[in-house]
């Protein structure tokens, strides 16, 4: 872990939206209505950066955390909860992840 590198945190928060169902086509009409969706938050504090990450329709998945993260090039460390879409760091390549 380096200076230019520093670990950065990850958590997930609900939001009540007014929106469509998810899965809806574009050219579909159907009623709007509240839904809860999901929105990711990634922190850096070493860099003094704060990301929010809202993925397909505020969908909790694996692929909204690899969406997120998919640029990073260095080895570097995320520190998450033991929530499932986080587990795909467990094989220890470029990102580790350190569960609380």
């Known amino acids: 872990m380096t200076e230019r590198n520093p670990p950065f945190h990850s958590d997930e928060s609900t939001l009540q939206l007014l929106d469509v169902p998810v899965g ?11 839904y809860i969706r999901w929105i990711f938050d990634f922190i850096a504090p070493g860099s003094g950066l704060t990301q929010y990450w809202f993925y397909d329709q505020g969908r909790r998945t694996q692929e909204a955390v690899e969406g997120y993260v ?10 998450t909860d033991g929530a499932k879409m986080y587990e795909i760091y467990n094989a220890a390549g470029i990102i580790m992840r350190v569960a609380c």
């Not at 809806?24 to 509240?34: A, G, N, R």
């Open 24 to 34: 809806t086509k574009e050219d579909e009409e159907v009623p709007m209505h509240y």
């Open 70 to 79: 998919k640029d990073v090039v260095e080895k570097t460390y995320l520190h």
